[in-house]
């Protein structure tokens, strides 16, 4: 059997071209050099792209035999001879950047080729779609859906009634998209769940009264949700996602959670409903936020964390109950001290 590739090997360019699309300085190497692909460190040969940043690695650098290395400046003494040494500020940003001019294809795999409308979809009548949009086999659209011109459709999708799609869209297979408006550039990876009920009970001795849940979900421009998520609509307001955030696989947002512009977060993080994170906040994965809590902009919560109170501006917080890092590794190292002595005696 031969090895299948999955993405198309790129043109040669030079070093030069690299340099340019990195934006770096050539500190060691010919130019014209013609890089073929990118490579891990203890793989690359002849042709071949790295990059370092992680001084774990330093051996395998040492060691590499790669045509080129992406380096920032502390570190350009390191490259063994022979390997080019291309200098940036930021070294892992400039291989994304590389990559995705030598790999688009591995950007958002969104390029089925002209936009068609396969005969084995489920389009209601009522559906609007606009020029330029690709429906794949075993998608159903419901009555009152709009999508944007460029939008991508994959196989076994199912849109409900009335969802509004955005242009420039990816919503991968098998995913269930209802009671939500997403703008433009959104990429759903496959298996994403998105609008169902809020987990909503009144409960009582007698029995959980089920809550009907009668908000939306609101995902704006350039976001990206990991598969197998899942985002409850709203109960009496909106769930949103704000601009340019980024979500792993596996997350859970719960009803009228409210995430600002430009967040992170991480696999299998849980979000309890209520919770409101502000811009630019990252969490690790396996971390749990309980519901009404506010993270503050900018606040970083280490994984597998548990956050319980509200989280200020700019914050770094982590362990369970989630507390500022240093008085986390304070308490952490006191234990293992308390430890060390209990086990001696």
Request: aromatic share 4%; with cysteine.
């Amino acid at each position: 059997m031969s090895e299948p590739k999955f993405f198309t090997t790129p043109d040669p360019v030079s070093l030069r071209e690299i340099a340019d699309w990195a934006e770096a300085d050539i500190q060691r190497g010919d130019e014209t050099l013609q890089i073929t692909g990118v490579a891990p460190l203890e793989e690359a040969g002849s042709g071949s792209l790295v990059f370092f940043d992680n001084p774990v690695y330093l051996d395998q650098l040492q060691t590499t035999t790669a045509a080129a290395c992406l380096v920032v400046k502390k570190h350009k003494d390191k490259v063994p001879d022979g390997v080019a040494v291309l200098v940036c500020a930021d070294a892992y940003r400039s291989w994304a950047k590389v990559l995705a001019r030598l790999y688009p294809d591995a950007m958002v795999p969104k390029d089925p080729g002209p936009a068609s409308i396969s005969a084995k979809a489920v389009i209601d009548p009522g559906a609007s779609l606009e020029e330029n949009v690709t429906v794949e086999p075993g998608v159903v659209i419901g009555a009152g859906a709009e999508i944007g011109a460029g939008t991508v459709i994959r196989a076994n999708t199912v849109i409900g009634q009335g969802v509004k799609i955005g242009r420039d869209c990816v919503i991968g297979p098998n995913s269930t998209v209802q009671h939500t408006v997403l703008g433009n550039r959104v990429y759903l990876h496959p298996g994403v769940c998105c609008g169902q009920d809020g987990f909503g009970y009144a409960m009582g001795p007698l029995g959980h009264l089920k809550v009907p849940q009668v908000g939306r979900v609101i995902i704006q421009d350039d976001v990206e949700v990991g598969a197998n998520t899942t985002i409850d609509r709203g109960a009496n307001r909106d769930t949103i996602v704000g601009e340019g955030t980024k979500i792993d696989n596996q997350v859970q947002i719960g009803h009228n959670v409210v995430i600002g512009r430009h967040c992170v977060l991480v696999s299998q993080v849980g979000l309890s409903g209520s919770c409101t994170l502000e811009d630019f906040v990252a969490i690790g994965g396996q971390t749990g936020v309980r519901g009404h809590v506010t993270i503050g902009m900018g606040a970083q919560v280490a994984a597998v964390s548990v956050v319980g109170n509200d989280i200020p501006a700019g914050g770094r917080y982590g362990g369970t109950p989630a507390k500022p890092v240093k008085q986390w590794f304070r308490e952490v190292a006191a234990l293992r001290k308390l430890a060390e002595r209990g086990g001696g005696s």
